[in-house]
């Protein structure tokens, strides 16, 4: 049970028995179907996701409409509203699965609870948040730096199956274009 | 030396005796000018840098020419750019004290060291990471979702104080819009 996340805590920090059966007793695993919502605007975010297999995305729709991804997790990545997990308020975010996908979660009411009784995880988050913090970091300067064509094809570099697996429309609005440009910049490579 | 970082630092764990001498002999604190860089693009950054008193700002200067502020670390924050402290790789941004300001920074080669030394500093950090990180998703969401008056509004009920701080032109790429438009704002309050 949960045996992904604890490879992956692995990496990071070594926990030992006892450790790891309070973690299992505190984790709760579960699968979506395509397109199921986690979270939806105005609802307050239960948990904090780890994915095991396939794809979450954590995006708003802004004042026109549009919608934006700010934030792709696959295999061995966290998503999550922190400001809607971490005070328990009403989010401003969707949580969408874009691929069935399989889930560990960690839920609010267990949250503070696995750091007081297995301190070893403050060492693992710490290196997962400054992960997720650098990543954000630079996506906001390539955003910014380059050509929506540039993104595109330092994007496909650093991630080429990525790429393949996730809707155009979703991966237009993460690098900041439209589907339409989107389209035509594939449209140049083939 | 180093009080106030200790200060922060015991809002959030204990450290003893034995913790406090070690981390003291790893922190440097200095002081810089208004104006002065702590990093340029195209320099690797040295440091995790911690406000004691001040405000240093973390941005990039896009193709065109414009200064994108991303962050401001005013007084218990910290401030890095982490892609380029984290792999010692040249940076795409800069580091500006925005104001006279004192420091204490923790080096490169000793950040690994501290956690290695304190492993109570995980907490400390991974609650750090966790505010920077929570604070960069919603900074993102209101860049879209409120028109500029709306976030300069929000931004000043939030921060009354901090707004008079700043140089105009930082708040208003902060804010993501033009100087030009942050007086026009103004001048309506007045």
Redesign the interface.
Same mark, same amino acid.
Do not use: G, K, N
């Given at each position: 049970m949960h045996r992904q996340l604890f490879e992956h805590i692995k990496k990071f920090t070594d926990l030992d028995k006892e450790d790891t059966l309070v973690l299992s007793s505190l984790l709760k695993s579960f699968s979506v179907k395509k397109k199921q919502f986690l979270l939806e605007e105005g609802q307050v975010c239960r948990a904090n996701y780890f994915v095991v297999k396939g794809c979450l995305r %954590?995006y *708003?729709i802004?004042?026109k409409g549009a919608e $934006?991804t700010?934030q792709f997790a696959i295999e061995n990545w966290w998503i999550s509203? %922190?400001?809607s997990f971490?005070f328990q308020k009403p989010s401003? *975010?969707y949580i969408q699965a874009s691929e069935a996908t399989e889930i560990t979660a960690i839920e609010h009411h267990h949250y503070e609870e696995i750091?007081r009784k297995i301190?070893k995880l403050?060492?693992y988050?710490?290196l997962v %948040?400054?992960k997720? $913090?650098?990543a954000?970091?630079?996506r906001?300067?390539y955003l910014?730096?380059?050509?929506g064509e540039e993104r595109y094809h330092h994007f496909n570099n650093l991630f080429p199956n990525f790429v393949q697996r996730v809707p155009q429309y979703m991966l237009a609005s993460y690098l900041g274009f439209t589907p339409e440009f989107l389209s035509k910049i594939r449209a140049k490579k083939v």
């Open positions: %954590l *708003f802004d004042i $934006h700010t509203d %922190l400001t971490l401003e *975010f750091f301190p403050e060492r988050f710490r %948040l400054q997720a $913090h650098q954000s970091q630079m906001i300067r910014y730096s380059m050509t």
